[in-house]
């Protein structure tokens, strides 16, 4: 879903390029010469999760032949703080805060009870902080476009590293996510400078580098040989 929207988002910001060609009248026309600048921005996110098996090794009599991360949605909330470091470079730092959850479906073969399925949610409240570099496009009337990469610290506020199974009912065990994370992050957007404030849209991907599970030798951790984060982010954002 995040993804139509985005696309639908890009399509209206190349018809608004191409109108943007005619002459008008420059908004903002002092902006990108300031040393700093500070905004903020929301945003809908799809958390996610990279998932690599363990091979089996044939010695249990319940096994997992199926695991499968699966994605939901949320939303972020973050400030804007940006560096002009030249005409078309600038350093950003967005802190943000955003709300995620992300399940994982196991479906076991047991000796006794045949196939079970299970869903384990996994809810996230993360600090994130990205830091950046933005490569702008040359200035067209009230329209730019840019490219962004760089990599954020992630710090999950409901972590559930710490509890414990304390259950042998596999309904009611958890799987336990660490608290930290770090992330490579890359993405695109596009700038519109209106009468007031710099209005933005940007699509972003993040890719976790950590493995995030915190094993306790469950059914549920065994069959898990890495699990990453995921995080497809598609902001608004406003700067002045």
Request: cysteine-free; glycine content about 6%; charged content about 20%.
């Amino acid at each position: 879903m995040i993804k139509k929207i985005s696309i639908i988002l890009l399509l209206v910001a190349i018809s608004f390029n191409a109108f943007s060609q005619r002459e008008t009248t420059l908004n903002l026309p002092k902006f990108d010469h300031r040393f700093m600048h500070f905004g903020f921005l929301l945003g809908l996110n799809q958390a996610h999760f990279v998932l690599n098996r363990t091979p089996p090794n044939g010695t249990s009599s319940d096994s997992a032949f199926v695991v499968e991360p699966k994605p939901a949605m949320g939303f972020n909330l973050g400030i804007i703080s940006a560096m002009h470091l030249s005409e078309h470079f600038s350093l950003r730092f967005t802190p943000n805060l955003a709300f995620s959850s992300r399940s994982i479906g196991y479906t076991f073969q047991t000796s006794f009870d045949g196939v079970k399925r299970y869903d384990k949610i996994i809810e996230s409240t993360l600090i994130n902080f990205p830091l950046s570099i933005k490569y702008k496009s040359a200035r067209v009337n009230n329209f730019s476009a840019y490219l962004i990469g760089g990599a954020a610290y992630s710090l999950d506020l409901a972590s559930n590293s710490d509890a414990e199974n304390l259950t042998t009912n596999l309904r009611d065990m958890i799987v336990k996510i660490k608290r930290d994370d770090i992330m490579g992050e890359i993405g695109f957007g596009t700038d519109f400078y209106l009468e007031y404030f710099k209005f933005g849209i940007e699509v972003k991907m993040s890719y976790g580098i950590r493995d995030l599970l915190d094993r306790d030798d469950t059914p549920f951790t065994d069959p898990i040989d890495k699990l990453s984060s995921k995080m497809f982010l598609l902001s608004l954002t406003f700067e002045g």
